[in-house]
């Protein structure tokens, strides 16, 4: 089992489609690279883009996450 450390908790659409495919799924905790930051989420919402990826009519650029909640709050994570 993965250390508690090293993985998060992130909000995922698991296939395309309404609200019901919305989950809790538990992942890698990122790496920062070079001038970027971690965050400590205090909290995030769920915005327009979010829910167009989630319906399939906006997908993420190449490379991007697939982790919904575009917009957060929190503190760096250090």
Do not use: F, H
């Amino acid at each position: 089992m993965s250390n508690q450390n090293e993985t998060m908790r992130a909000v995922v659409a698991v296939r395309t489609g309404g609200p019901d495919v919305v989950e809790i799924a538990t992942r890698a905790r990122p790496k920062p690279g070079e001038g970027q930051i971690l965050i400590k989420v205090e909290a995030a919402g769920v915005n327009r883009p979010d829910v167009l990826q989630r319906m399939g009519q906006y997908p993420p650029p190449p490379g991007a996450s697939d982790v919904l909640g575009l917009e957060t709050a929190g503190t760096e994570r250090t």
